[in-house]
C-alpha cells in the first residue's frame, strides 16, 4: 500500500510590532520597549539597556523574566581573562575579582546601561545591535558589539546571537564557560528541572538539577536533552532549549513567591559552552525560550523517540546492516542525541531518526572531527535508506 503524504497549508501570520516607552508594571520602570506579538506569545525588548529581553509572557498572561538588576533579564554574557580584569587603574569589587573580563547586554553593576548601536523589527524578526558594559566595573563599555535577532514561532522564541570582539589586549586567555544564555525568571519559578539520564528521547522521567555543594546558589549539571525548565508548583514557567550543548549552570536564590518582576528572589539557567575569545572573534549561537499555550501544558520541550518499528529506522538499520557489515547502535547510546533540528520536526508530527558519521566517546570536545571514510560510509547508507523508501511509494 501507497503511503501518503499530506502537506498541511498554514496560514502565516505576521507578528505584531510596536516600539513605545514602557509603562506597565510588568516591565522596567522607564523602558523603551520592542515587542513580537503572534497572539500566542509576546517578548520584548528594553531598547534602553541594550536590547536584552525583558518582557515574556504567552498570549494574555504575566510576564515571567525578572527584572531586578541589570544582572538578570534574559542577556548575552561572556567571559575572558585577564582574571581580575581593570581599566585605567579601576578594579572590581572583591566579590567580582573572579569574574574577570565580562561584558554583558543590559548594563553594569552600577546602574549604567548599555549603548544600543541598532534596532530593527519589521513584525517577524526583531534585531538589536548593542556595545555591552563591563559588568564589574563603573561605566566602562566593552570592547565588542553584541547581535541578537528574535522570532516567535507558537510559544517559541527562536534566538541567534552574535559576539564581536574588537580587543586591544590581543592575549589568547584559557578557555571560559559562557552563559549561552543567561536567563532569569521570577520568584514563582523556583523549580530547576532538566533530564539528566543517559537515556534521552525515550520518555524517561525528568528531574530537578542539583543542589548546590556550597553557598553559592548555582550548580552545574549535563542535560542530555539539551534543555532545562524553570517552573512553579504547577509545571508552568519557562523552557529553555540550547542546541549544540548539553552543559547547564542554574539553580534558584531567594525566597519562592510571587511572580513579581521587580523582586529579588529569581531562578536561573544558563546552556553552557567552554569557550575561548580570541580578541577578534566572532562568536555565534542559538537558543530558543518556551513559554506554555495553556495552564494544562508544560513546558518541558522533551520529545519522543521514533519507534524502531517505523519503517523509517527499519530501512535505515537493513541500509546500515548492508553497508557496514554490522548491526547498528539503534537509541542514543554513548552519543547524546540532543542537539539536532529533529526534535522540532518531531514536535509538529514529523517522523524522523538521527543518523550520521563520528564516534566520539566524550562529547562535547574541542576540535570535534569524523573521518572522510566516515563521511562516505554514511552517505552511501543515506542513499540506500532514500531508494528503498521511494521505492515503496
Not at 516591565?27 to 497572539?39: F, H, K, T
Not at 586567555?173 to 514563582?188: F, H, S, T
Request: hydrophobic content about 40%.
Amino acid at each position: 500500500m501507497k503511503q501518503i503524504l499530506t502537506i498541511p497549508v498554514c496560514l502565516l501570520v505576521a507578528a505584531l510590532a510596536a516600539v513605545h516607552a514602557g509603562d506597565s508594571a510588568q516591565v522596567p520602570a522607564g523602558a523603551r520597549m520592542s515587542y513580537l506579538d503572534n497572539g500566542v506569545a509576546k517578548v520584548g525588548v528594553d531598547l534602553n539597556h541594550g536590547g536584552a529581553i525583558v518582557f515574556l509572557a504567552r498570549a494574555g498572561g504575566e510576564n515571567v523574566i525578572n527584572n531586578f538588576d541589570l544582572g538578570r533579564q534574559v542577556q548575552l554574557s561572556f567571559f575572558s581573562g585577564p582574571v581580575p580584569f581593570g581599566v585605567d587603574g579601576q578594579r572590581p569589587a572583591k566579590h567580582w575579582e573572579h569574574i574577570g573580563w565580562n561584558p554583558i547586554q543590559a548594563g553594569d553593576d552600577f546602574k549604567n546601561p548599555s549603548r544600543l548601536l541598532a534596532h530593527e523589527n519589521d513584525g517577524r524578526t526583531l534585531h538589536v545591535k548593542c556595545q555591552p558594559m563591563q559588568w564589574p566595573l563603573n561605566n566602562v563599555p566593552g570592547d565588542c558589539t553584541f547581535d541578537s535577532w528574535l522570532e516567535l514561532d507558537g510559544t517559541v522564541v527562536k534566538a541567534r546571537a552574535r559576539l564581536t570582539d574588537a580587543r586591544t589586549d590581543h592575549t589568547q586567555y584559557p578557555a571560559r564557560l559562557q552563559e549561552l544564555p543567561a536567563v532569569y525568571a521570577n520568584a514563582a519559578f523556583h523549580r530547576v528541572v532538566s533530564y539528566q539520564g543517559n537515556k534521552p528521547f525515550t520518555g524517561d522521567t525528568a528531574t530537578e538539577a542539583p543542589k548546590p555543594a556550597g553557598p553559592h546558589p548555582w550548580s552545574h549539571w549535563q542535560g542530555t536533552e539539551g534543555w532545562a525548565a524553570l517552573l512553579d508548583a504547577r509545571d508552568q514557567g519557562l523552557g529553555l532549549i540550547t542546541p549544540g550543548h548539553v552543559h547547564f549552570t542554574g539553580g534558584f536564590a531567594g525566597v519562592p513567591g510571587p511572580n513579581d518582576t521587580t523582586g529579588n528572589s529569581t531562578g536561573y539557567p544558563a546552556g553552557q559552552g567552554q569557550e575561548i575569545l580570541d580578541h577578534n572573534i566572532v562568536h555565534e549561537f542559538a537558543y530558543e525560550l518556551v513559554v506554555p499555550q495553556s495552564d494544562q501544558q508544560p513546558n518541558m520541550p522533551a520529545r519522543a523517540a521514533t519507534s524502531s518499528a517505523e519503517p523509517l529506522v527499519e530501512e535505515l538499520v537493513r541500509a546500515h546492516r548492508f553497508v557496514v557489515g554490522e548491526e547498528p547502535v539503534v537509541g542514543a547510546g554513548h552519543r547524546i542525541g540532543a542537539t539536532t533540528d529533529s526534535s522540532h520536526f518531531k514536535g509538529v508530527g514529523i517522523r524522523c531518526v538521527d543518523y550520521g558519521p563520528g564516534f566520539i566517546p566524550n562529547w562535547p570536545m574541542v576540535d570535534e572531527r569524523v573521518e572522510v571514510e566516515q563521511l562516505v560510509t554514511a552517505t552511501r547508507v543515506l542513499a540506500l535508506t532514500t531508494s528503498s523508501l521511494l521505492s515503496q511509494q
